[in-house]
């Protein structure tokens, strides 16, 4: 089981962890700094004893595997330094909650019938939903309410479900409970250092809307 320090505190950059498999390339510590890929959000990039990590999954229900750009030469058992490249992840953050605020905005306008996808990247998030309608009319109203919220300096909680600790919650203190969402990414402290995004809309087919977000105006 690999314990996973990006949810305890995803401002962290580097850690010495212990190697705790081995196979072909791919490497499984004891503990991690390393988001894998998964819910839509992109795995982190980074270094463990000076290899390039190029990406990472999750094998059973717990497990992470960095895969390496080459074979390694320390073993299992070895201490190693794993390394973050922050950057990159703090932009991903930046996003993903960026992305959750379209995407509730979206619910409480009525102009979603449910999400039908998502991606967040170091450059972009995008958000997919099931609408009856082209939100086009609404996205100057979107893209203003979107800045004006992340302007007000909320306070994001990221917190495990009560009864299943695999689950977690995102969700703005003091602001609407109905803004909750099942989310185990990476995210700010505040919506204030997200900046500024721009938003735009594309159509992806018959019944479906996509949004797309750019930071602006990083913090």
């Excluded at 979603?112 to 958000?127: C, D, E, F, L, P």
């Excluded at 809307?209 to 930071?215: A, I, M, N, P």
Aim: net charge neutral; aromatic share 8%; charged share 25%.
């Amino acid at each position: 089981m690999t314990e996973k320090l990006f949810r305890k505190n995803p401002y962290l950059t580097d850690v010495h962890a212990k190697v705790m498999d081995i196979k072909n390339n791919s490497v499984m510590l004891d503990k991690t700094i390393l988001y894998p890929a998964s819910g839509g959000q992109e795995g982190d990039l980074g270094l463990i004893s000076d290899l390039k990590v190029i990406d990472s999954s999750v094998v059973g229900l717990s497990n992470i595997y960095h895969e390496l750009e080459s074979p390694p030469s320390f073993g299992v058992g070895d201490m190693v330094n794993v390394n973050l490249y922050w950057e990159r992840r703090y932009s991903i953050m930046k996003l993903h909650s960026a992305v959750h605020i379209a995407y509730l905005l979206l619910k409480e306008i009525g102009k979603t019938g449910g999400q039908a996808g998502a991606n967040v990247s170091s450059h972009k998030g995008r958000i997919d939903v099931f609408s009856k309608e082209s939100i086009q009319p609404y996205l100057e109203q979107i893209n203003e309410e979107i800045n004006n919220i992340i302007s007000n300096d909320l306070v994001i909680i990221v917190e495990p479900d009560k009864t299943d600790a695999e689950i977690w919650w995102w969700k703005l203190e003091s602001y609407k409970p109905t803004w909750c969402l099942k989310c185990g990414g990476t995210h700010p402290k505040k919506t204030s250092e997200i900046g500024e995004v721009s938003v735009k809309r594309k159509n992806v087919g018959k019944g479906k809307e996509r949004l797309e977000l750019k930071l602006t105006k990083k913090i």
